[in-house]
């Protein structure tokens, strides 16, 4: 048995359909699974212990009229594969043609009634609500496809070569760590960092030893100066400095992620580490951290969730502002010392 997934991006996404290829390995021992990937997030899985392979996808080239030779070549290499079954969880234009072209035995993919996607599928599984959760309407196709599905697996395994290194450079691997994560993809989704700042400051006073890491890439870098210069002696800024496996094995060490909705939440809540999540113009219903132990913060302006990248109330960020610092600190101080 041969599976191709497509799941190209995002993080968060790429992080919340795994169980699909963890259920379907635990089930069929021997398929071979390979995964569809932007090539920026390969180390993601790289050397995952289910994929049999992961197959890079140049999301810049195929958009280029000068990359359609490339195109040609790896749709190709695809169909030379012979797939049985070829599971499509983006279901967009791109991702429902890729699934076609790779000619496998059956397809199967979400419904998600955007650029008519279903058209190429032998099978269409619709969400089974309007708030389900991405990851149970991932599980919905593993059910479609006769897999019997539970949480008997590990979401993220350790890379620990990768984790003993992360100890190692830390600054006081046995502290209690909490994670900032202030950046995300929509402007509008952004906590304002100076409330990450009350945050960082309440939790040093209130639970003497704690430490704080922001985490985010090059683009969050400002932030995360800002928040290091006025947050505290026990803040250490990360961001722009780790690759995908190194912020994995980070948030792993942690004990709670302080997040806006963007990919490492995902990350952590795979990693069962509690979140306390700040909510404006999306869903958690939807999108917000998987499983039990998590916390989100909602808005009760008419307008939340809008779910719309452009903020167009007349106080804009009005609803992620509804969030105070106290709040959000005295929610982590709460895991803190459960943990503790």
Same mark, same amino acid.
């Given at each position: 048995?041969?599976?191709?997934?497509?799941?190209?991006?995002?993080?968060?996404?790429?992080?919340?359909?795994?169980?699909?290829?963890?259920?379907?390995?635990?089930?069929?021992?021997?398929?071979?699974?390979?995964?569809?990937?932007?090539?920026?997030?390969?180390?993601?899985?790289?050397?995952?212990?289910?994929?049999?392979?992961?197959?890079? *996808?140049?999301?810049?080239?195929?958009?280029?009229?000068?990359?359609?030779?490339?195109?040609?070549?790896?749709?190709?290499?695809?169909? $030379?594969? %012979?797939?049985?079954?070829?599971?499509?969880?983006?279901?967009?234009?791109?991702?429902?043609? +890729?699934?076609?072209?790779?000619?496998?035995? &059956?397809?199967?993919?979400?419904?998600?009634?955007?650029?008519?996607?279903?058209?190429? &599928?032998?099978?269409?599984?619709?969400?089974?609500?309007?708030?389900?959760?991405?990851?149970?309407?991932?599980?919905?196709?593993? %059910?479609?496809?006769?897999?019997?599905?539970? *949480?008997?697996?590990?979401?993220?395994?350790? $890379?620990?070569? +990768?984790?003993?290194?992360?100890?190692? %450079?830390?600054?006081?691997?046995?502290?209690?760590?909490?994670?900032?994560?202030?950046?995300?993809?929509?402007?509008?989704?952004?906590?304002?960092?100076?409330?990450?700042?009350?945050?960082?400051?309440?939790?040093?006073?209130?639970?003497?030893?704690?430490?704080?890491?922001?985490?985010?890439?090059?683009?969050?870098?400002?932030?995360?100066?800002?928040?290091?210069?006025?947050?505290?002696?026990?803040?250490?800024?990360?961001?722009?400095?780790?690759?995908?496996?190194?912020? =994995?094995?980070?948030?792993?060490?942690?004990? +709670?992620?302080?997040?806006?909705?963007?990919?490492?939440?995902? +990350?952590?809540?795979?990693?069962?580490?509690?979140?306390?999540?700040?909510?404006?113009?999306?869903?958690?219903?939807?999108?917000?951290?998987?499983?039990?132990?998590?916390? =989100? &913060?909602?808005?009760?302006?008419?307008?939340?969730?809008?779910? %719309?990248?452009?903020?167009?109330?007349?106080?804009?960020?009005?609803?992620?502002?509804?969030?105070?610092?106290?709040?959000?600190?005295?929610?982590?101080?709460?895991?803190?010392?459960?943990?503790?």
């Amino acid at each position: 048995m041969k599976i191709l997934i497509l799941k190209p991006s995002s993080l968060g996404d790429v992080v919340q359909a795994l169980p699909v290829a963890r259920l379907i390995k635990r089930s069929l021992p021997s398929a071979e699974i390979h995964w569809w990937l932007n090539r920026e997030l390969v180390p993601l899985l790289e050397g995952d212990p289910d994929l049999t392979r992961v197959v890079p *996808f140049d999301r810049v080239r195929w958009g280029r009229l000068e990359g359609l030779p490339l195109v040609i070549s790896e749709l190709r290499a695809l169909r $030379r594969e %012979r797939y049985d079954w070829v599971i499509d969880l983006q279901s967009l234009a791109r991702s429902a043609v +890729v699934s076609w072209l790779a000619r496998g035995e &059956f397809t199967i993919g979400l419904d998600d009634r955007r650029e008519a996607a279903p058209a190429f &599928f032998d099978v269409a599984v619709p969400r089974p609500g309007p708030r389900v959760h991405a990851v149970d309407w991932y599980l919905e196709v593993v %059910r479609r496809l006769k897999i019997p599905v539970h *949480f008997d697996f590990e979401w993220l395994p350790k $890379r620990v070569a +990768v984790a003993e290194a992360i100890r190692t %450079r830390c600054p006081e691997p046995d502290a209690p760590w909490v994670a900032l994560q202030p950046g995300a993809r929509w402007m509008n989704k952004r906590w304002p960092v100076e409330r990450f700042i009350d945050v960082a400051r309440r939790l040093q006073t209130e639970h003497p030893g704690v430490r704080l890491a922001v985490l985010g890439g090059h683009s969050d870098q400002p932030m995360g100066a800002a928040i290091a210069a006025g947050g505290g002696a026990g803040v250490l800024d990360l961001t722009g400095r780790l690759s995908l496996p190194e912020m =994995v094995e980070w948030i792993r060490l942690c004990r +709670v992620m302080v997040t806006n909705d963007t990919g490492p939440m995902h +990350v952590a809540a795979a990693l069962g580490r509690p979140v306390v999540g700040i909510f404006g113009p999306t869903d958690p219903a939807r999108t917000g951290p998987y499983g039990a132990g998590h916390q =989100v &913060f909602t808005s009760s302006l008419a307008c939340a969730p809008c779910l %719309r990248s452009k903020c167009h109330w007349s106080d804009p960020l009005g609803c992620l502002k509804e969030t105070n610092p106290v709040q959000v600190a005295d929610a982590v101080l709460m895991r803190l010392n459960a943990a503790r």
